[in-house]
């Protein structure tokens, strides 16, 4: 079906809009790793619809490294690489090793979330602390661009989307990392939360004597306290519960850059793509031609032109 003169038009002012906004509209970017579609649990309302049942994938190594290395010497870019999933913990743990280590090398604020459903394995368990080990071995003295210990963890804990065994999960994660001095000095727990389940929270984490949670005090929705030398916070300001799916309206396209920080998702399937409203994934192009990987000028242009060809195409659609 053509394109009416007043579609023309606005997709038009659409991409006149996405281009300066892609030169000038943010002032921070960040690296989104999604490690692994596949998952040890299937919740009903996971934002990536991860379960055991998806594809035993992940993002190279190598891949990973590429990006951490070439874009710490890019302009704008914040420094920070968050690797997540599914759960990043079912992929090569050697492989993930690599990655939270070359962005610690690096200077970079590191975040792992995971849903920390492995610690039920002790066999699993012994796996994750060795290889935490490994990637903590020279971080002594190390501080994050925030100030931080150089290692962030964040462990969701809830009875919304996650199983509620999850807090008993967290307690044995808190509980063990405080007992290994190295790891406890080195390594931020961040617990995220939903306000529905902050009871939950508070009877069987906070104030849970068995745990032994110290000095706990309350900031801008953030309760911080200590478990020994671990530190650790808890956000339970929650937010509202939903899945990541495709772009449905040519609105959502322009969510892109509403936020002043901007995410650059990497993908195990070798796209690379942008962030939208509600961790929507837009604008995903291939990031490699053949073996050779593409510079940050040729991504921006691919990325800029398919976000422009999605919002045609909605547009033609009437959305």
């Known amino acids: 079906m053509s394109l009416t003169d007043k579609q023309r038009a606005d997709i038009n002012?659409?991409?006149?809009?996405?281009?300066?906004?892609?030169?000038?509209?943010?002032?921070?970017?960040?690296?989104?790793?999604?490690?692994?579609?596949?998952?040890?649990?299937?919740?009903?309302?996971?934002?990536?619809?991860?379960?055991?049942?998806?594809?035993?994938?992940?993002?190279?190594?190598?891949?990973?490294?590429h990006f951490i290395n070439y874009f710490n010497n890019v302009p704008g870019y914040a420094k920070v690489i968050c690797c997540s999933g599914g759960e990043p913990l079912m992929m090569p743990l050697n492989e993930l090793e690599v990655v939270l280590r070359t962005g610690i090398e690096n200077g970079l604020f590191v975040a792992l979330k995971t849903n920390g459903f492995w610690a039920k394995s002790n066999f699993k368990s012994e796996q994750v602390y060795n290889m935490l080990s490994s990637v903590l071995r020279d971080a002594d003295g190390r501080k994050n661009p925030s100030g931080d210990r150089p290692l962030q963890i964040d462990i969701s804990v809830d009875d919304v989307i996650h199983p509620k065994e999850s807090v008993d999960c967290f307690n044995e994660i808190a509980t063990r990392i405080s007992n290994d001095k190295k790891l406890a000095n080195n390594i931020h727990l961040y617990l995220m939360s939903f306000a529905q389940s902050t009871n939950l929270v508070c009877d069987k984490i906070i104030f849970n004597k068995k745990i032994g949670a110290s000095n706990p005090r309350h900031a801008?929705?953030?309760?911080?306290?200590?478990?020994?030398?671990?530190?650790?916070?808890?956000?339970?300001?929650?937010?509202?519960?939903?899945?990541?799916?495709?772009?449905?309206?040519?609105?959502?396209?322009?969510?892109?850059f509403e936020d002043k920080?901007?995410?650059?998702?990497?993908?195990?399937?070798?796209?690379?793509?942008?962030?939208?409203?509600?961790?929507?994934?837009?604008?995903?192009?291939?990031?490699?031609?053949?073996?050779?990987?593409k510079d940050w000028a040729t991504l921006r242009t691919d990325m800029l032109n398919q976000l422009v060809a999605e919002y045609t195409e909605l547009v033609r659609q009437g959305r």
């Open 13 to 65: 002012s659409f991409k006149e809009r996405m281009t300066y906004a892609f030169y000038n509209a943010w002032d921070k970017m960040g690296l989104h790793f999604y490690m692994t579609y596949r998952c040890n649990l299937a919740c009903p309302l996971c934002y990536m619809q991860a379960s055991p049942k998806r594809p035993i994938d992940h993002i190279p190594a190598a891949d990973a490294v």
């Open 261 to 293: 920080f901007l995410w650059l998702i990497v993908h195990p399937n070798g796209m690379i793509g942008l962030e939208a409203d509600q961790g929507k994934n837009c604008a995903m192009v291939p990031y490699k031609i053949g073996e050779q990987y």
């Open 220 to 256: 801008g929705g953030i309760t911080k306290f200590e478990v020994g030398d671990l530190a650790v916070s808890a956000d339970l300001r929650g937010g509202s519960v939903y899945q990541i799916g495709p772009i449905k309206s040519s609105r959502e396209l322009e969510t892109v």
